[in-house]
């Protein structure tokens, strides 16, 4: 729908704060950090690298989108353990990516 696209396309501007089209690992990062969430420096890359599927160390818009549509079916089935965590009452309950940038 017309929403998602716009929810995605802000996201998409909140790691892309330079706004070159492009996200870099450095504007990844500092976005998924700002989320509050824990994560390590190879998690970050492992998620980076797997976003990136043309391999040019950037993802672009359509990378991005594909994603989140990625994230958004783990989390339709249940396959992000910090997410069962977090609906348990157990985790930290932070806001996901299409509200506050990225996970």
């Not at 998924?32 to 672009?60: H, I, N, P, Q, W």
């Amino acid at each position: 729908s017309r929403q998602d696209i716009e929810r995605v396309a802000d996201a998409f501007g909140k790691f892309d704060p330079e706004r070159t089209g492009v996200i870099t690992l450095s504007d990844f990062m500092v976005q998924l950090r700002a989320t509050g969430r824990e994560y390590t420096d190879a998690r970050l890359r492992a998620m980076f690298e797997a976003a990136d599927l043309t391999g040019t160390s950037e993802v672009d818009f359509n990378e991005f989108v594909l994603m989140q549509l990625s994230m958004q079916r783990k989390r339709a089935k249940g396959a992000d353990p910090q997410r069962r965590k977090d609906r348990q009452g157990g985790g930290a309950g932070v806001p996901d990516t299409e509200r506050a940038g990225p996970e």
